[in-house]
């Protein structure tokens, strides 16, 4: 799947038009033009980067039906576990505030040509599949949407997803995956034509990833809203530092052992933007010229890594790496 930036424009200042409370511990928001101007389109999958406060960016997918201009929606769940993003927008982002948003990007979109989709959704990672949902029903498509929670009472978007008819269905677990879904059953034998895409928690994500690991290549999709645990990296090259060099003035960057690739430039004066750290939401990705790279990110295709990186995860194996910038 590639990344594409779907508006070519700077950050957006949006209107906090709504604040609802869609499920227990769920707010959705409603972003608007201040103008009423109608707002740059997006596809299925999509997601903006949300400057929740100072120094503090997070990614959140639009879950509202991609025909929409007049508004995105994004969906949070507060986690009280996490890194303090969500329990700050759930804290600070009222009604009729002003919000940065940056233009859409999409690392998750649908993929073409399949007689039919399974959407399988854990939690809140119904948000990305929701917008699809939207988009196959208007394209007429043959598909089905698995919403997988503890309780009734823990699923979000019930009159929207009430629309999308016998296309929707729930799998409560009383908070024991043992009583919710068989994964592993469903996916057992993949039909002809058919893609998967699935997006929630960790232990979620593993359990799709292990289920659908003998379905045909280029079939099955996913999106993590949280880095999984990376095993180490195998090249035993990428521990090593080494100089990464800037195409257009020459200028040569040491990147020490261990260190992030992206603070070295950003420490060298090199204008690089980032946001997740993590690899996942492609903010900081750069082609590059030359070199080999130890590749620990979670959004690039195998095409695209032939010619991009994501400097907040990915380091050079070789003494030299080049950088389009």
Not at 20 to 42: K, M
Not at 195 to 203: E, F, N, S, T, V
Not at 277 to 291: A, D, F, I, M, W
């Amino acid at each position: 799947m590639s990344t594409t930036t779907e508006h070519g424009a700077g950050p957006l200042e949006l209107l906090v038009r709504q604040v609802r409370a869609e499920a227990a511990g769920i707010n959705a928001y409603e972003l608007v033009e201040p103008d009423g101007r109608p707002l740059p389109p997006f596809t299925a999958g999509a997601h903006i980067d949300v400057h929740v406060a100072p120094g503090l960016v997070r990614q959140y997918s639009l879950c509202n039906d991609p025909a929409e201009r007049h508004r995105y929606v994004i969906a949070v769940l507060r986690d009280e576990g996490g890194r303090g993003g969500s329990r700050a927008v759930h804290e600070r982002i009222r009604v009729r505030d002003r919000v940065a948003v940056s233009a859409p990007r999409n690392h998750f979109a649908l993929a073409g040509g399949a007689r039919k989709v399974v959407l399988l959704a854990g939690g809140i990672g119904v948000t990305p599949l929701k917008a699809m949902a939207h988009s196959l029903q208007a394209a007429g498509a043959d598909f089905e949407l698995h919403y997988c929670a503890k309780a009734p009472e823990c699923a979000a978007f019930g009159d929207e997803l009430s629309a999308l008819g016998g296309h929707v269905h729930y799998h409560f677990d009383g908070g024991d995956p043992a009583n919710g879904l068989d994964i592993a059953g469903m996916l057992a034998r993949p039909a002809a034509d058919t893609h998967l895409y699935y997006c929630g928690p960790g232990g979620f994500m593993k359990a799709c990833g292990d289920a659908s690991a003998h379905w045909p290549a280029g079939t099955v999709h996913c999106e993590h809203f949280k880095a999984p645990t990376a095993p180490a990296s195998t090249a035993g090259s990428a521990t090593a530092g080494y100089i990464a060099q800037i195409a257009s003035t020459g200028l040569e960057v040491s990147v020490d052992a261990g260190q992030n690739l992206a603070e070295a430039l950003q420490a060298a004066g090199v204008a690089l933007e980032t946001s997740c750290q993590s690899g996942l939401c492609g903010t900081c990705k750069v082609r590059y010229l030359s070199g080999e790279v130890d590749h620990q990110d979670y959004i690039l295709d195998e095409a695209e890594r032939q010619s991009f990186l994501t400097p907040c995860v990915s380091r050079a194996c070789g003494e030299l790496l080049v950088l389009d910038l």
